[in-house]
C-alpha cells in the first residue's frame, strides 16, 4: 500500500528540475544565463506566480482545485464499465483527448489493447482524436460495437469532429442495439448546463460526467475527462491526484530557487526573449512520447497569442517540438547542435524503470560492439540521454532535464500539474491570457460555415470571396 502523504515517500518521488545546462558557468554568457541575470527578473517571476495564485479555483483558474476532488463517482462508473464492457473508446479532440493518450501509454502495459482479456483486467482503451473515415471504420474489424462503451468528451458539446464521431458511433448503436438499449453505451463529459451535448444527455438519459466549469480542455487531464478513462483502464487515479498535489504545494512556494514550475517559465521566457523562440521538449521514456504532445498543446494553444492583456497587438508564443530520446537522435539531434541558435531544450529522464534489461555479452571482437556486454539498456538510455545534453552544452545550446524518479501516477500526475502551472506563469510573464484560444475558433468557424451550419454565413461569404480570387495556375 501506497502512503501518498509519507514526506519520506513524497520527497523519494519528487520530480527535480536540472537547470545546470542553462547556466552561463555552463554552456557560456552568449546561451547561457548568470545568476545575476536571474536574480534581475525574480521580482517579476514573483509577480506573475502571486497573480496565479491570487485567482486560484476562480475564473480559468479552477483547474488548480482539481487535486482535491472526490473521486468516488468516478471509481464506481469505472467498476460498472469495466465489468460490463471489452472496450471503452474516448470521441474527443484536443484538450479532450490529449491527456488521456499520455496517460494511457505512460501509466498502461505498452500493449494493452493486445493483453489476453485475464492479463489485461479492464476494457480495451482506444481514443479516437482524428475524423480520418479509413482509420475510424477501421476500428469495426478489430471490435464489436455492442462490447463497447463510447465516451463522448467535449466541453463545448459543439466540436464538429467530435459530435460528428458521436453522430457515427451512436448509429451503429442504434443499428446493433435498438433506440431502447443504446443509451447504456454511451457515457458523456460535457459542460454541467452550457453546450450542445448536455441537452441530448437528459433527452436521452445518458450517465454523464462535468468538464467543470473554469476548466478548460487542455487543463482538463485531471478532472473526468482524463480521470474516468483511466480509472477504466485501471490507473491510479487517486496516485495522479495525490501527486498534482503535492506539485501544488511546491509550486506555490514564493522562491525561485525552490519552485521548478517558476523557474522553467521564467527560464523558458528568458531564452525566448532572447532570441530562442523554439522550445523542444525530449523525453527519454517511450511511455512519455505522447506526454510530450499533451504539453506541445499546453504550451502553443495557452502561449501564442495575438494581443496582450491591454489589447495591443504582440503576437507572441514559443513553438513547442516535440521529439523522443534516443529515437530522434537519430533524426534531428543534428540540427539542434549545428543548427541555428534558436532553441531551447527540455529532456525527460526516468531514473528507475519498473524493469531492467541487461545487454548479454558476445565476444566478437568488434570494439564496437563488444563494450556493450555487461551493461543495461537502461545504463545505454541514460548515457544517450546525459551525453546528448553534454553534446548541447558542448554546442553552447541552453538544456535543462525533469528528472522523475519513477513513472508512475503520482509522478505523472506532479508532472502535469508542474506543466500546468509553468504554463499558468507564463501566461503572467508573456503578458497574455493563457486560458482562450480564439485562434483555433476562427478554423472551426470556417469549417462550420463551409458545412452549412446556421450563424455562420458571413464566414461563408469571406470563404466564397476567398474562393473567387483562387487562380488555377497555382495548383501544379
Ligand atoms: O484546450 C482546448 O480548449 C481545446 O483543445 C479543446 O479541448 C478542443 O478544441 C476540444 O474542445 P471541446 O472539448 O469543446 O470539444
Given at each position: 500500500m501506497v502512503h501518498y502523504d509519507d514526506p519520506a515517500w513524497q520527497i523519494a518521488q519528487r520530480i527535480r528540475f536540472d537547470f545546470n545546462n542553462l547556466m552561463a558557468d555552463t554552456i557560456g554568457e552568449a546561451h547561457g544565463f548568470t545568476e545575476a541575470a536571474l536574480a534581475r527578473e525574480t521580482e517579476a517571476a514573483l509577480a506573475a506566480l502571486a497573480a496565479v495564485q491570487a485567482r486560484?479555483?476562480?475564473?480559468?483558474?479552477?483547474?488548480?482545485?482539481?487535486?482535491?476532488?472526490?473521486?468516488d463517482d468516478l471509481l464506481a462508473m469505472a467498476a460498472d464499465v469495466r465489468a460490463r464492457f471489452k472496450n471503452f473508446i474516448v470521441l474527443g479532440i484536443g484538450g479532450s483527448a490529449l491527456g488521456t493518450i499520455a496517460l494511457k501509454d505512460a501509466l498502461l502495459h505498452p500493449y494493452h489493447n493486445q493483453l489476453p482479456d485475464d492479463a489485461r483486467g479492464g476494457p480495451r482503451l482506444y481514443v479516437l482524436d482524428n475524423i480520418d473515415p479509413d482509420w475510424l471504420l477501421a476500428l469495426l474489424d478489430v471490435l464489436d460495437p455492442a462490447e463497447t462503451c463510447f465516451n463522448v468528451i467535449t466541453k463545448s458539446g459543439s466540436t464538429a469532429e467530435t459530435m460528428s464521431q458521436f453522430l457515427w458511433t451512436r448509429g451503429l448503436l442504434v443499428d446493433r442495439l435498438g433506440e431502447g438499449r443504446y443509451a447504456d453505451h454511451v457515457i458523456a463529459t460535457t459542460d454541467a448546463a452550457r453546450g450542445s451535448l448536455r441537452p441530448l444527455v437528459d433527452q436521452e438519459s445518458y450517465r454523464s460526467f462535468m468538464v467543470p466549469d473554469g476548466v478548460g480542455g487542455r487543463f482538463s487531464v485531471l478532472s473526468a475527462v482524463g480521470l474516468l478513462p483511466a480509472a477504466v483502464a485501471g490507473i491510479d487515479i487517486r496516485g495522479l491526484l495525490a501527486g498534482a498535489a503535492y506539485a501544488d504545494r511546491i509550486s506555490a512556494t514564493p522562491y525561485l530557487w525552490q519552485n521548478a514550475a517558476l523557474m522553467y517559465a521564467l527560464t523558458q521566457h528568458l531564452a525566448y526573449r532572447r532570441g530562442k523562440p523554439l522550445s523542444v521538449m525530449m523525453p527519454y521514456a517511450q511511455g512519455l512520447r505522447t506526454v510530450a504532445d499533451w504539453y506541445a498543446q499546453l504550451w502553443a494553444e495557452s502561449l501564442g497569442k495575438a494581443q496582450d492583456h491591454q489589447g495591443q497587438l504582440v503576437h507572441v508564443g514559443p513553438t513547442p517540438i516535440k521529439a523522443l530520446g534516443a529515437t530522434d537522435q537519430h533524426s534531428q539531434v543534428q540540427l539542434y547542435i549545428e543548427g541555428p541558435h534558436d532553441k531551447i531544450f527540455t529532456f525527460v529522464t526516468v531514473e528507475k524503470f519498473a524493469s531492467e534489461l541487461p545487454i548479454p555479452a558476445w565476444r566478437t571482437g568488434q570494439s564496437a560492439v563488444d563494450y556493450l556486454g555487461g551493461h543495461t539498456i537502461n545504463e545505454l538510455l541514460a548515457a544517450e540521454a546525459e551525453g546528448t545534453a553534454l553534446a548541447l552544452a558542448a554546442a553552447g545550446r541552453p538544456n535543462a532535464t525533469f528528472k522523475m524518479p519513477t513513472l508512475n501516477a503520482f509522478t505523472l500526475g506532479q508532472f502535469f500539474y508542474l506543466l500546468e502551472m509553468a504554463t499558468a506563469i507564463s501566461g503572467e510573464l508573456y503578458n497574455i491570457?493563457?486560458?482562450?484560444?480564439p485562434g483555433v475558433e476562427g478554423g472551426k468557424d470556417r469549417a462550420y460555415a463551409l458545412l452549412g451550419r446556421p450563424g455562420y454565413e458571413a464566414q461563408r461569404a469571406e470563404i466564397e470571396t476567398l474562393r473567387q480570387k483562387r487562380k488555377a495556375r497555382y495548383e501544379i
Open positions: 486560484r479555483d476562480t475564473g480559468w483558474l479552477r483547474w488548480m482545485g482539481l487535486p482535491y476532488q472526490p473521486v491570457d493563457a486560458f482562450d484560444q
